[in-house]
């Protein structure tokens, strides 16, 4: 199994473009989540889904959107880039809630720069 | 306003030294998880403690969790090079919650 993977891993956008930062896990997990971590601030969450079909909000959405149209995929998409928005952006996956055993899986981030 | 706090935020050891990191809330969480993320990478999942007062030891690493669950605290014996990266303590609330992040404690160890 190749886990959680992201692309791309690095991208520099320009204030005012978009783009789509990609997530794929193999694990048939119910659960993905989409989280920025800027320094010294841990991990924000921005978006959630709950399964496929199924997504809400986070603590952090405004500027983000996301898909579920597949238990694999969970793009997340970025509109109007802003300098703010500079950040890592991690994706992870969870079986479920299991009692308190929710351990997530992590992709291995994309480093965004908006300048 | 953070729901789980986390000390020290740095932490810089010599090779062999003994360290413990903390993470502390007002509120009481069903279950604590302790994460390590390398340079580069996403967070991996070290343990996860359910039972306040319970202790869990993993090779170097001793994990304890407070008795009114409330907080955690993660203990290093001889700390190596190897255990370099930033600890994330992560918690829930119940079992239906989402997973909530403390910001993390940088350790530096140098050989």
């Known amino acids: 199994n190749a886990g959680v993977t992201q692309t791309p891993k690095f991208r520099i956008l320009k204030i005012g473009q978009s783009m789509t930062l990609q997530c794929t896990q193999d694990m048939n997990h119910n659960y993905m989540y989409w989280y920025r971590q800027d320094p010294g601030m841990g991990l924000k969450l921005i978006y959630y889904?709950?399964?496929?079909?199924?997504?809400d909000k986070g603590e952090v959405p405004n500027g983000y959107n996301v898909s579920r149209s597949t238990t694999e995929d969970f793009p997340l998409r970025l509109e109007l880039a802003a300098p703010s928005q500079t950040s890592v952006y991690f994706c992870?996956?969870?079986?479920?809630?299991?009692?308190?055993?929710?351990?997530?899986?992590f992709g291995p981030g994309t480093r965004l720069t908006v300048l | 306003t953070q729901l789980l706090e986390q000390s020290p935020q740095f932490l810089s050891i010599q090779e062999g030294e003994n360290l413990t990191v903390y993470c502390n809330s007002s509120s009481v969480f069903s279950s604590l998880q302790w994460y390590r993320q390398e340079p580069g990478e996403g967070p991996v999942l070290l343990v996860t403690v359910v039972t306040g007062g319970e202790v869990k030891k993993l090779k170097r690493l001793t994990f304890q969790f407070g008795d009114a669950r409330k907080d955690s605290s993660l203990h290093i014996t001889a700390a190596q090079p190897g255990d370099t990266g930033l600890y994330l303590c992560a918690g829930v609330k119940t079992s239906y919650d989402k997973v909530i992040f403390g910001p993390g404690t940088s350790l530096s160890v140098i050989p």
């Open positions: 992870a996956s969870q079986p479920g809630l299991a009692g308190g055993y929710n351990e997530q899986f």
């Open positions: 889904s709950v399964g496929a079909g199924i997504t």
